[in-house]
């Protein structure tokens, strides 16, 4: 079932709670295998008509599962639409696809005019502090488990991949999560296949939205705070062997071997680092 949202208003005709009410009769009416949501051409709207969607799937556990609910999101996906995002992404079990939203998950929002006083020009100016996650845990996006986008041929075409890539996704073939998943495998000291998942996964298209680069140096040096030296090294080898053009990468992977004492090849990473940055 293919739902495509355009904006969190109300509709001339019909109310979204109406929307929803006739949305999820169907659902409970019908053998519903899977529901996927699009929001790519939602700008906005008001916030406080999420709540008859939220609700109606956390009361459907058969559609709020994993590998039966996916949502589309998008560049134009921001606004009221980010705060719907930001719930999907909270209290449902939605598998995200397509591109990374066009908004901040914690974000200024709502406007007021203002009248420049030398051009005399009305502009209009975000005021309300919308706050929807932790302070550690706000990005300046909303990143998809699954990286999708429409090419301009496929867009004249009348052709949609990310819609096919929603309808025919089989979980059981695919890793939702890759660094959830290679934090496991590091946990439970499973090396060898850590590596073999690391080196296939980072040069998979699905995930080519990822920065895993930035993921791997952010654990390495989590580790290395915590005196982890051995753990610290392991990622920051791993990683210098998948991106062995990264300044940063080497810049880090040599602090983490002066801190476990290896000097002469920390500077030799050190140099490395300083040969790639020119």
Not at 27 to 39: A, M, P, Q, W
Not at 201 to 212: E, M, N, R, S, T
């Given at each position: 079932m293919y739902v495509r949202q355009s904006s969190v208003f109300n509709h001339n005709s019909?109310?979204?709670?109406?929307?929803?009410?006739?949305?999820?009769?169907?659902?409970?009416?019908?053998?519903?295998?899977?529901?996927?949501?699009?929001?790519?051409?939602?700008?906005?709207?008001?916030?406080?008509?999420?709540?008859?969607?939220?609700?109606?799937?956390?009361?459907?556990?058969?559609?709020?599962?994993?590998?039966?609910?996916?949502y589309i999101?998008?560049?134009?996906?921001?606004s009221a639409c980010q705060n719907l995002t930001n719930e999907i992404e909270n209290y449902t079990e939605a598998i995200m696809i397509g591109e990374a939203t066009a908004e901040n998950k914690n974000f200024y929002g709502d406007t007021s005019p203002v009248v420049l006083p030398k051009s005399k020009?009305?502009?209009?100016?975000?005021?309300?502090?919308?706050?929807?996650?932790?302070?550690?845990?706000?990005?300046?996006?909303?990143?998809?488990?699954?990286?999708?986008?429409?090419?301009?041929?496929?867009y004249r075409n009348n052709e949609d991949p990310v819609l096919d890539l929603a309808m025919k996704m089989d979980i059981d073939n695919v890793i939702i999560d890759p660094m959830d998943h290679f934090t496991k495998l590091f946990m439970a000291g499973k090396m060898e296949q850590l590596a073999k998942d690391t080196a296939r996964?980072?040069?998979?298209?699905?995930?080519?939205?990822?920065?895993?680069n930035k993921e791997f140096n952010r654990i390495g040096k989590l580790l290395l705070k915590q005196g982890q030296y051995d753990g610290a090294l392991y990622v920051y080898n791993m990683t210098a062997k998948l991106y062995p053009d990264s300044p940063e990468i080497w810049k880090s992977f040599g602090?983490?071997?002066?801190?476990?004492?290896?000097?002469?090849d920390a500077k030799n990473a050190f140099a490395k680092a300083k040969q790639l940055h020119k």
């Open positions: 019909e109310t979204l709670e109406g929307f929803y009410k006739r949305l999820f009769a169907f659902i409970d009416t019908n053998e519903v295998e899977k529901l996927v949501y699009d929001v790519r051409l939602n700008g906005g709207g008001n916030n406080y008509n999420n709540p008859p969607l939220i609700k109606g799937l956390l009361a459907r556990p058969n559609i709020n599962k994993r590998g039966a609910f996916y999101i998008g560049r134009n996906t921001f020009i009305k502009a209009y100016l975000s005021f309300a502090w919308w706050q929807d996650m932790p302070q550690w845990e706000n990005k300046d996006a909303t990143i998809p488990h699954f990286g999708k986008e429409m090419t301009f041929d496929e996964i980072v040069k998979d298209p699905l995930y080519a939205h990822i920065p895993f602090e983490a071997l002066q801190a476990a004492g290896k000097v002469d």
